[in-house]
Each structure stands twice: as C-alpha cells, then as structure tokens.
C-alpha cells in the first residue's frame, strides 16, 4: 500500500479563478467523477447501507433463501455482540495485534529507508528487489510458505534452531507473534520505498545547512529530516493502521481460523466466523458496522493528536 | 554509518527478506522425501518438477490462470482511466463539497469487505438480469466488484501526484489553445504516469488475490474460476502435501513478482518526483 | 414543488429498500422431461475412481432418457458452504441433484433447499432394504429430503507390531484404551499413544455417548443442550485425558483433525487412533500399512462397542429443480444397489443397504468390525438448523481444547458450551 505526500499541493492553492471558466469548472467536474460516482454508489455505497440495515435484523441463510421470514431487531444485534465478553477480548487483542504490526512495519520500513540512502546503487537495488518480492507475494500464498518455514516437524526454522518438534501455532502469543512477523514482512517494503523517496526528496541544501551548523547525524535525524517527513509518516501511519486491523487471511490461515479455542481471533475473522460458518448475516453485519466505526475513531483520534502535536 | 557498512547490510537484509521466496520455490522443486525430511536443508540435489506438475494437472489449470489474468487486467485498465479521472476532478478543479469527498473516500476503505459479500450477492444478481455479462457466474462481476474496491485507494494515491504537476502548466497550454481535453490526456496523463503505475499496481494485486468474492459470485458451471478456487483443492495443510502447496504458491506469486519487477524502476522514481512537489 | 416530489420519491426508495434483500423462489420448481440435468458431487483426494463409476451411471442414465445429457460438476468439500448457499440465494445457479453431507441436511432443510422425497422412498421398493438408522440421518421432522448414498462408521486402528511388542492386548474398555496407551508411550516415547485431536468431534461424541450422556436433548420442538450433564462432563473428560504429554501432547494434538490423526497414525507416529472405514486408503498408503488391525471403539464395560456417529453423504434433489422426476431417476440410479455397490469397489464406501452390506460383509474381513459397530447402533448430531451454527463456532472441540491444554477444568468448559448451544438452538 503505497501512501502519498502532497507537502505543498500546488492544485489547492490556485488563484481565484475567474466567473466563466469556474462554471465550466463544476460541469467539467462533475463529468470527471461520473464514472466513479456510478461505481461507488452502486457497488460500495449502496452495499454499505444495505450492511447497516441487515445488522437491524434477525437475518440467516434461511431469511436470505426466501425461506423465512424477516425479524426486524431493532439494536439486538448490537446489544447481543457488546455483551459478549468474546468480543472485547477479541478486539482487544485486534488493537494490540495491530498496533504491534503498524509500529513493526513502521520501524523496519523507515530504518531500512535510512539505510538505504546511505548504501551504494547495487546493494541498495538489492535490498529493494527483495523487498518489493515480499510485497507482491499474495497474503495466502505468503501465510502457507511462513507456515512451512516455522512447521513444527518439517520448517527450517526448527532445525536451524535445534527445537524438536516445537509448534510455533500453539502458545498464544507465540501465534500472534509468528502472524505479525509475516505481516510486517509483507508490509514494510511500502514504508521503506516512501520514506526513501521522501528522504531522497529533502533538498539537499536543508541536510548541508545542518551539517554545517554543526548538528551530529542523530541530530539532523531528529529535528531536520522527521519534522519534514512528518505528513509523510502520519499518512502511511493511517494507511497501515486501516489495513493491519482488517487483517484477515494470515491469521486465517496461519492460525488454523483463529487458534486453539479461538485464542488467536481477530475481529475480522470473528466476523467471519459469525457471519459465513455460523451463517447469522444479521449479526456479522453488525460486527461490521462496529468494526468500520472503530476505525474511523482510531483514526480520527490519530489524526487530531497528530495535528495538536504541531 | 559508513557506506561499506551500510552495503554490507542492505546484502544481509536483503538475503533475509528475500528467504521465505527462496524456500517456497526451493519446496516446490524438492522431491517428496525430501520436503518431509527431519532435517530439511536450504538446497537440494535433485530437483524435480513432480509437485508443479501435479498442480498444474489439476483440470483447466490454464484456463483458471487466465481468467484470473483477464479479471486483473480489466480491472486495471479501467481504475486507471477512472481513477484519474476523478482525482483530477478532485485536484485541480474547485467545488463545494471536494473535502467531503476526499473524507468518505478514505472512510470507504475502512469498511471490511468480507462484510458485504451477501449484499453484493444480492446485487450482482439483479445486475445479472439486466445485463448479463456482469451477474453471477460471470467473470464481469469479479471486475467491477474489485474495481469499485481499489478505486478509492487509487484515488487517493493520484491525488497527489496530478496535484505535483503545476497550475502554470495548464494555463501555458490553455494560452496556446489547447482544450482542457487535450491538456488532460496528452500532458496530464503521461505526467503522472508513475503514480498510474503505483496505483494499477495495487489494483492488480488485489484482483488477482481474490478467493472470496470468486467463492461467492461463481457458483455454477467450472468456465470462469479464478486460480485461487481452482487452487484450493491443494491448500489443505492437513494433507500435509507440502511440496504441491509450494508449487500453488509459487504459480500464484509468479506473475505478481513479474508485474512489480516491471515496473519497479517506476515505482521508485516515480515516488521521488512526486514527493518533490 | 419539485422538491416535495423528490423529497417524496426518495422516501419512498430507501423505505422499499429498507428490508435485507432474499431470495424470489416463487418461479421455482418444475417438471421437464428433456434438456440438461444438472449434478453436483464432491471431489475426493484421489477422484479417479469415483468418476469411473459415476460416468457408467450418466452413461446408462443418458441412453435410457431420450434428450436428456447429465452434467456432473466435482466440487471440493471445504468450499461447499458457499456454493450451496449461493445456490439456494440464487435458483437459477442451482443443480437438480447434489450431493451433501448428512450433518449439513437440517440446514439445508431450513432453506428449503432440498425437495421432500418422502413419497418417492415410500414408492421405490428397494428403500425398505435401507438400514434404519442410517435412513433416519436424512429425515428431518419425519420427512426424508435424500437418499442415503454411503455411510461410515469409525473404529478403532492400533498398531499390531507394537502391541505383540509389547504384549498388549486390544483394549476392551474405553479406560483400557487409557492405560494402554500411556503403557505404550512410556515404553515408545516417540510415538503418541493413541492420535486423536481437540478438534475431531466425532472422536469424542463416542465418549459422551459411551458413558450414557449426550450433547443434546429434544423436548418436542425445542433442543436443550446436556452437555453439562454429570455423564456427558464424564465422557468429555475421558477424552480429553487422551490429550495429556503422557498419551498425545497438547502441543501437537490439540489442534488436530480427523483427518489429521488418522494421518499421524498411518505415518507411523501413533500406536492407535480412531479411523473410519474410509480412512482405510490412506491407511494403506502409509508407513504402516502392513502392521495394522481394526477393532470397534469399546464402551465403557467390557463386550459394549460405544455408540459410533453414523456419518454420511446423502444423494438430493433440488428443490428449486425444473426436472424433478429426471433428478429422482438419477438419485434411484446412482444411489441405487448396484451403484452403491460399485462405489464400494471403487471407493471403498459403505453402502447403505443392508442386505448389500452383508454381502460384501463375507467378502472384506476389513469391514466387519466397522459393521458389527454400525449395527451395535449409530447415533447423530441435533438434527436441526442450529447444529450447523455450533458446528461452525466449534463450541464442542473448543471446551475440549480448554481442558486439555488445563485453561478451563470441564465443569466450566461444559456450562460455557451449554450456554452456547442453548443460545444456539433458542435462536433457530
């Protein structure tokens, strides 16, 4: 997932135009965006409302074959889901998992950016080639090979480590530690290709009026460099946050549907869980809705101490 | 830090980052005995391609893989031509409500997917009376569905690179009597190439990943399963059969790798210009 | 104005559209003699056999009905799910036959998926010859909506090698099995003494049954789950003592399968494991296949075989099929005698009538503990929609894993799943 910077975007600070051309401007507009309007209105607009209303009924397989009829709810749903002790544990372990996946992508992405710039063309070639390797490889495809790798009979990483037999997938946090390794791993390359451009981007007459005014590497890192790429990070921040807590497939697959007793759930395989193998529609619905609502405050919080922070 | 340091590292990291690739492809070459070894090591002597062509005998292999190829380029044929499309509108021309829309683009990618696959179901299937080619069992249906997923991610990543591009640009061309038309599609459009090029990249992977939007709208007749389906069969840890869930792997990493490494050279400069604005 | 009649217009949109979207069955159904039938079976790991005889079926099939071709489409068993949902939410997707899973009928039955063949059984003659039991895994309120096209019954596997080894004899009570195996690990601390996992049910159900208890009691319409009851927390902790480091270790086999401990058995990393008929291929091809014998899974006193799960795949009709007299042809053909016994040939499946399973009862000494259990007396799961609900959360293997790696003793692991199949069965 590749964020973008835009520090100054000159498109948003244009003249005051004049009468004629801003009419023209507005039709222009609106055809611009009418295939996209017509996409999402249809296909994620109208889906998402129908969501919000399927969470407001008592809504199975049978309901959805013409089998039986439709219980209208009200906020049972909800009422059943904030009341069962699983959920909170389960989102409490999502936010944790997650917020253990960002600060992980983030640290390995940026350091690795850093190093990056300082290495020759050929390593650093390398080094990205690598990288964009672990990105493309599919998330299924990227669970089974890290699951083979640690297998309790036949991974390597047993051998080279001279644990017999030791299962990695048992132990709770040794999962989700094993799930997050790959999540990181698929994840960090986005972050370090950014932040390398963005480095790359500092002009270099703001890194030489530092050096010469005497400020030592880790100084310049900390006041010069992190302040300008300060938008940079806040973006692949929230970029990397919305995606690590819909975390899905390798938790899926890694933890064999959520762990031993379910100890390795996360909310959206919870949903799952709830709403295909369980079949209750109404009640994955709105876990759904919970869980989209949770990440617009996660956000939201993110962003408003990031700007209170200057 | 030292320039040779950091070389030296950057060689070590990269060995490491790119290991997990190299044992799935090694598996998937080991033979049998090998791959169920008490003590695996990191090469083999006797490469085979039995797992691979054990995969690939699975019924209409080549015709999974290219449906896949076709939902996937479809799909990023066309959220390169909407999406820049709409990040333009969003750009570069001014209107009441563009914040709101930047807003719900980004709340649009907060929803979890998996959540909306019955009412899309529903859905496509009314599609499916109008106009055939898209409702269920239908191959169409696949690309408007991942199209309509990756468009807002898109949009947001064009927004800044159309936005790098200076106003004085266009107003030179308007003087010089080109239509917005023009401008828009003969120097816009190559301009932003590689932020096109990021964000058809994602577009792909997301089409081509896709196990349960296929699950879910094709149910009938085997013409038009995507390789995830026709794939599954082997993805059953507790069969144990390693070697064949390796090879499934590597033949559903191949043609992702083979995209980014095309375009990679893009990629990467691209994200410098774009930055520099 | 205008705006009024927009304002109006849009009301009324979002309240037509204020109700989840179903289904429209009403255009279903119908009886037409000619055209393509279609067929849904699953995909066994090796299907070389299976097609062989289902191709003779279609290929009698289609010279006996002028104008009628027969599609057969192989589906894998772990996407099953969707596709049949996919195809009651949407009849125009659906097959006219399928087959399915005998725990999976009452949901299906609660979607109105499969046609009631009540009076079609009642008219074929050789439905009398069906075993009982086995017939009553595809009723559900008394009406029969499949015909039963294989059966499997589990047993027990054990080592023959290691038990002359050791000079042990088959264990003829479930708490010999216990001692036996924690003998035989302590001897061959390489190999678990019996593989069986948290996660495979039809494993345990044989406990709880075994020592008088069940999962769950019928009151007329409603279910009440017995989980808790004094001699179901017996039977699940019986079993769950099987998962201790000194038998199978949690570590490894909490988690695992049916499948899966079959699997560790025929690799040679167990001394028994509990195995149906149909694991008798994987069996063979394994690392033991010559040092292995069968026995019926004992109860708890010495000469009772615990009641085993009467498994099952069951042949249907759609019942949003336009050829259903075709489709019930179809199903008498192919889960018919002569196919079932064909399929026994090929697959090794059991068959569902009795007088074909006394027959090849004489025939395959292999088969005769598995049918000396299934005629002791199988037993099911809760026929009813719910059952697909707590299967799906694992609420049963769940308690299991609670008190096998010690997080929960199984007072509280029963009650917790008590309370979750009663919420399970309330809301059906």
Redesign the interface.
């Known amino acids: 997932m590749l964020p973008q910077i835009t520090p100054a975007a000159p498109g948003d600070r244009t003249r005051p135009a004049r009468q004629g051309p801003q009419r023209g401007q507005a039709r222009a507009a609106v055809l611009y965006l009418l295939p996209t309007a017509v996409i999402l209105l249809a296909l994620l607009a109208y889906p998402i409302y129908q969501l919000v209303v399927i969470s407001f009924y008592d809504y199975g397989q049978p309901q959805a074959a013409g089998a039986a009829p439709l219980v209208f709810l009200g906020f049972d749903n909800y009422v059943t889901l904030l009341g069962d002790p699983q959920f909170w544990d389960v989102l409490g372990a999502t936010v944790v998992f997650a917020a253990v996946c960002v600060v992980g992508s983030l640290l390995v992405g940026t350091a690795l950016a850093v190093l990056a710039t300082r290495a020759s063309p050929l390593p650093r070639m390398l080094l990205f080639l690598a990288a964009l390797g672990a990105w493309a490889t599919p998330a299924m495809a990227g669970s089974y090979v890290w699951l083979f790798l640690f297998d309790q009979d036949f991974g390597i990483v047993n051998e080279v480590l001279g644990l017999e037999g030791h299962s990695w997938t048992f132990e709770r946090f040794s999962a989700f530690g094993l799930v997050a390794a790959e999540v990181v791993w698929c994840s960090f390359p986005f972050v370090m290709v950014t932040m390398y451009a963005g480095i790359k981007a500092i002009a270099p007459e703001v890194l030489e009026a530092a050096a010469l005014d005497g400020a030592t590497a880790t100084r310049t890192a900390t006041a010069v460099i992190l302040p300008i790429l300060r938008p940079l990070l806040m973006i692949a921040t929230i970029q990397s946050i919305i995606w690590d807590f819909k975390v899905f497939t390798q938790i899926y697959v890694m933890t064999n549907g959520g762990g031993v007793a379910g100890q390795n759930l996360v909310l959206n395989v919870f949903a799952y869980q709830k709403a295909f193998a369980g079949e209750q529609y109404g009640l994955g619905a709105a876990i759904g809705v919970v869980m989209t609502v949770l990440l617009l405050s996660i956000t939201g919080l993110y962003v408003r101490t990031q700007r209170r922070a200057g | 830090?030292k320039?040779r340091v950091?070389?030296?590292?950057?060689?070590v990291?990269?060995?490491v980052?790119?290991f997990?690739?190299y044992?799935?492809v090694l598996?998937a070459l080991k033979p049998a005995g090998e791959?169920?070894?008490?003590?695996?090591r990191?090469w083999t002597l006797a490469p085979t391609l039995d797992s691979f062509r054990r995969v690939l005998a699975v019924e209409d292999f080549g015709l999974y893989f290219l449906n896949s190829l076709v939902v996937a380029a479809a799909v990023v044929a066309l959220s390169l031509?909407?999406?820049f499309?709409?990040a333009?509108?969003?750009?570069?021309?001014?209107?009441r409500g563009r914040t709101v829309?930047l807003v719900m683009l980004?709340?649009?990618?907060?929803?979890?997917v998996?959540?909306?696959?019955?009412?899309?179901?529903?859905?496509v299937?009314s599609f499916g009376d109008v106009v055939p080619a898209i409702g269920?069992?239908e191959l169409g249906s696949l690309v408007?569905?991942h199209?309509?997923?990756s468009?807002?991610?898109a949009?947001?990543?064009?927004?800044?690179?159309?936005?790098?591009?200076?106003?004085e640009l266009e107003e030179a061309a308007s003087i010089d009597g080109a239509s917005?038309f023009r401008f828009t599609w003969q120097v816009l459009f190559p301009l932003v190439a590689p932020?096109l090029v990021?964000a058809s990249v994602?577009s792909f992977?997301h089409a081509?990943?896709d196990?349960l939007f296929a699950?879910?709208?094709l149910?009938?007749?085997?013409d038009n399963r995507t390789l995830?389906?026709g794939l599954?069969?082997f993805?059953?840890?507790?069969?144990?059969d390693?070697g064949a869930?390796?090879a499934?792997?590597?033949l559903?990493?191949v043609p992702?790798?083979v995209?980014?490494?095309a375009v990679?050279r893009h990629?990467?400069s691209g994200?410098?210009g774009?930055?520099?604005? | 104005m205008l705006r009024r009649a927009i304002a109006a217009a849009a009301i009324i949109a979002t309240a037509t559209a204020c109700a989840p979207p179903q289904a429209d069955t009403s255009g279903d159904g119908g009886d037409r003699t000619t055209g393509q039938l279609k067929v849904w079976l699953f995909q066994e790991t090796s299907n070389g056999p299976k097609e062989g005889v289902v191709d003779q079926a279609v290929a009698e099939f289609e010279a006996a009905h002028d104008d009628v071709t027969v599609d057969v489409e192989y589906l894998p068993v772990d996407g099953r799910a969707s596709r049949f949902n996919g195809a009651f939410n949407d009849p125009d997707s659906a097959p006219d036959v399928a087959e399915f899973g005998n725990t999976d009928l009452a949901g299906y039955v609660a979607s109105n998926g499969f046609a009631d063949l009540t009076g079609d059984l009642e008219q074929w003659a050789d439905a009398g010859d069906l075993v009982p039991e086995v017939l009553d895994t595809a009723k559900i309120d008394g009406r029969t909506y499949g015909v039963p096209w294989f059966t499997g019954t589990r047993a027990l596997y054990y080592r023959t090698d290691v038990f002359t080894e050791l000079g042990l004899e088959p264990p003829a009570t479930l708490a010999e099995l216990t001692t036996t195996a924690r003998a035989i690990r302590a001897a061959k601390p390489d190999l678990y003494g019996i593989a069986v996992g948290g996660k495979y049910l039809f494993a345990l159900l044989p406990y709880i049954w075994a020592n008088g208890g069940d999962i769950a009691r019928r009151d007329g319409d409603a279910w009440s789950a017995t989980i808790d009851s004094a001699e179901a927390r017996a039977g699940l902790a019986q079993y769950a003592e099987l998962l201790r480091p000194d038998i199978c270790p949690p570590a490894q086999c909490a988690q695992l399968t049916g499948s899966q401990s079959v699997a560790a058995f025929a690799g040679g990393k167990a001394a028994m494991t509990i195995g149906g008929d149909f694991n008798r291929a994987a069996v063979d091809a394994g690392a033991v296949k010559d040092d292995y014998a069968v026995v019926p899974l004992p109860g708890t006193a010495p000469g009772e075989i615990a009641p085993a799960f009467a498994g099952g795949n069951l042949l249907g009709v759609f019942g949003s099929s336009e050829r259903r007299t075709l489709a019930w042809e179809f199903v008498q053909l192919l889960g018919g005698k002569e196919y079932q016994r064909k399929m026994y040939a090929a697959m090794g499946t059991m068959p569902t009538f009795a007088d074909v399973q006394d027959e090849i009862a004489t025939d395959d000494p292999f088969l005769a503990p598995f049918i000396e259990t299934v005629q002791a007396g199988t037993r099911f799961v809760p026929a009813t929609p719910a059952w697909t609900q707590i299967d799906a959360q694992s609420v049963l293997p769940t308690a299991v894993q609670q008190v096998a790696t010690g997080q929960q003793d199984v007072d509280t692991a029963t009650s917790a799943a008590a309370a979750e199949m009663d919420a399970a069965f309330a809301g059906s």
């Open positions: 830090m320039t950091a070389d030296v590292a950057c060689v990291i990269a060995l980052v790119a997990p690739l044992w799935m598996s791959i169920r070894a008490a003590d695996p990191p031509v909407v999406s499309l709409a333009v509108a969003l750009t570069r021309f001014r209107f829309l980004l709340v649009a990618q907060m929803v979890p998996e959540a909306l696959t019955i009412p899309l179901f529903f859905l299937r269920l069992n408007l569905v199209l309509a997923f468009l807002p991610f949009i947001w990543m064009l927004r800044g690179f159309v936005a790098a591009v200076p106003a917005r932020g990021a994602l992977i081509w990943n196990f699950k879910t709208f149910i009938s007749g085997t995830p389906l599954l069969v993805f059953k840890p507790e069969e144990q390693w869930i390796m499934g792997a590597t559903m990493t992702v790798l995209f980014f490494v990679q990629l990467v994200l410098g774009a930055v520099k604005g």
